[in-house]
């Protein structure tokens, strides 16, 4: 195993293989079990894509293939938070270039990067689909419409603010 790679439960590839024995053929299914392990895992390192080629009796090759080709499968850890910022054209003509900017520099990182704390993770996305709201960041599936430079700072506060409820729920 790599230094950097994370080590994961038993548990969590013993719930990943189970899954792909449910399945009443594999054939043709190997999205469908990648977004399963997502699910699992949180990401898909190559220890997980491995996995999952030696359950399907395929090329690790192929699996990563797959992996590398959708950009909904990332390699990496997300944070615990995700920021889509459309970037689509109606977004963009209204403004989605400036908001994704100030994301990036009040977050302190790149498009498609974490946070430090893990607490975010930045992405600039095609389309989300709500034109009609342009320009439209989506955070944890909750779309924001009509967004504003000016909203940035609240829309980060926000969650932030239930991470610390959450802490102090603990913390009682």
Same mark, same amino acid.
């Given at each position: 195993?790599?230094?950097?790679?994370?080590?994961?439960?038993? +548990?969590?590839?013993?719930?990943?293989?189970?899954?792909?024995?449910?399945?009443?053929?594999?054939?043709?299914?190997?999205?469908?079990?990648?977004?399963?392990?997502?699910?699992?895992?949180?990401?898909?390192?190559?220890?997980?894509?491995?996995?999952?080629?030696?359950?399907?009796?395929?090329?690790?090759?192929?699996?990563?293939?797959?992996? /590398?080709?959708? /950009?909904?499968?990332?390699?990496?850890? /997300?944070?615990?938070?995700?920021?889509?910022? %459309?970037?689509?054209?109606? %977004?963009?003509?209204?403004?989605? =270039?400036?908001?994704?900017?100030?994301? +990036?520099?009040?977050?302190?990182?790149?498009?498609?990067?974490?946070?430090?704390? /893990?607490?975010?993770?930045?992405?600039?996305?095609? %389309?989300?689909?709500? %034109?009609?709201?342009?320009?439209?960041?989506?955070? =944890?599936?909750?779309?924001?419409?009509?967004?504003?430079?000016?909203?940035? =700072?609240?829309?980060?506060?926000?969650?932030?603010? +239930?991470?610390?409820?959450?802490?102090? +729920?603990?913390?009682?």
């Amino acid at each position: 195993m790599k230094p950097l790679e994370r080590e994961f439960p038993k +548990k969590m590839y013993d719930e990943l293989g189970a899954y792909i024995e449910s399945l009443e053929t594999t054939k043709g299914a190997l999205i469908e079990i990648l977004h399963k392990a997502q699910e699992i895992f949180g990401y898909l390192p190559r220890d997980v894509q491995l996995f999952v080629a030696r359950k399907l009796g395929i090329p690790g090759a192929e699996v990563y293939g797959v992996v /590398s080709f959708y /950009s909904y499968f990332t390699t990496k850890p /997300s944070g615990k938070h995700i920021i889509s910022v %459309c970037m689509g054209t109606a %977004c963009f003509v209204r403004g989605a =270039d400036k908001i994704l900017e100030k994301f +990036k520099e009040r977050l302190g990182i790149e498009s498609n990067e974490t946070t430090e704390d /893990s607490l975010f993770t930045l992405k600039d996305v095609r %389309c989300i689909g709500a %034109c009609g709201l342009a320009p439209v960041i989506m955070v =944890d599936g909750k779309v924001y419409g009509r967004v504003k430079e000016e909203d940035v =700072d609240a829309i980060i506060n926000e969650y932030r603010g +239930k991470e610390a409820k959450e802490v102090d +729920k603990v913390l009682k």
